[in-house]
């Protein structure tokens, strides 16, 4: 079906099944709770981020995340959304959202999603 002829609804449904079938039931979840509208109350989720954490703890995060990218673009990309992090499931489910209904269908996808 042509994505113009498509109601919001059936490209909003159409968008789900595409996630599902991608990244599974916990990749979706996982998907949706990044569209999730922002709080707005940034300093709360600041401290609720970085309690605990000291600069040398953070800059080994950093390092490791560096070391598991560098590795990554040696090997191929995960299969399992389990081993992706919250961007790589992101990017991962807007490019399979992307790819079957094209840019058109993703943005209105999106709209739905957010309400926006």
Not at 3 to 27: C, F, P, S, W
Not at 34 to 54: F, I, M, N, V
Not at 107 to 115: A, I, K, N, W
Request: charged share 30%; hydrophobic share 35%.
């Amino acid at each position: 079906m042509n994505i113009r002829e498509m109601t919001d609804n059936e490209v909003y449904e159409r968008g789900l099944e595409i996630l599902l079938d991608k990244l599974g039931h916990a990749g979706t979840i996982r998907f949706l709770e990044q569209c999730a509208p922002a709080t707005g109350d940034y300093t709360a989720e600041r401290h609720k981020w970085l309690d605990s954490l000291d600069m040398e703890t953070i800059m080994q995060g950093i390092q490791a995340l560096r070391q598991k990218k560098q590795e990554m673009q040696k090997n191929e990309p995960p299969k399992d959304a389990s081993e992706m992090t919250d961007i790589e499931v992101y990017r991962f489910g807007l490019s399979a959202i992307s790819g079957k209904l094209g840019p058109a269908g993703q943005m209105r996808f999106l709209r739905q999603l957010t309400g926006c």
